[in-house]
């Protein structure tokens, strides 16, 4: 079962913020935050691991809840260059299963000036 | 270093034909999956190979099959194509670094079914 993402669609001014959640109903042992724009394929942003440490840069963090297996995308000061899909993709706790990653539906992030 | 690659780029094949798709992963990473991403289903899993055995399957059927070689290049085939086959295909490579598989995708193959 894919994880579902929320919302499903944001509509931005440059140097908003957003917030893109992720929620399996899966135990979890890694989410993976991607971001893909039209005609290219999904670019890494950064994953976190059960027990590791909420990731980030300036501008762009992530946190993940074990105990909900949910996991959060914190975009700041938004600019257009974040126009895009983001997708979150989980992999499950146990087993030889980490090259495995199961796909939320993607969450449409346009910024507009 | 350079990225991760695949060939063909774009694909046209009739139905029943069969394809192959090939995968060059970043270097000294040893392990690929394979991804299917349509419009209506998302990117959904594939298979993964990892020291040219495949770990991890995904819910396709037999008509989809892959290989991986000692250099850590990937292929996957179709046979016998239908029409929703029509997709992009992606790999993905990892290194990987102790369980952390930070997956980074190539460019994709845009395969299309008449």
Known sequence: ?113 | KAGVTQTPRYLIKTRGQQVTLSCSPISGHRSVSWYQQTPGQGLQFLFEYFSETQRNKGNFPGRFSGRQFSNSRSEMNVSTLELGDSALYLCASSLPRDTSYEQYFGPGTRLTVT
């Open chain 1, 1 to 113: 079962q894919q994880p579902v993402q929320s919302p499903q669609a944001v509509i931005l001014r440059e140097g908003e913020d957003a917030v893109i959640n992720c929620s399996s109903s899966k135990a979890l042992y890694s989410v993976h935050w991607y971001r893909q724009k039209h005609g290219e394929a999904p670019v890494f942003l950064m994953i976190l691991l059960k027990g590791g440490e909420q990731k980030g840069h300036e501008k762009i963090s992530a946190s993940f809840n074990e105990k909900k297996q949910q996991s959060s995308l914190y975009l700041t000061a938004s600019q257009l260059s974040y126009s895009g899909t983001y997708f979150c993709g989980t992999g499950e706790a146990g087993g030889t299963s980490y090259g495995k990653l199961t796909f939320g539906q993607g969450t449409i992030l346009t910024v507009h000036p």
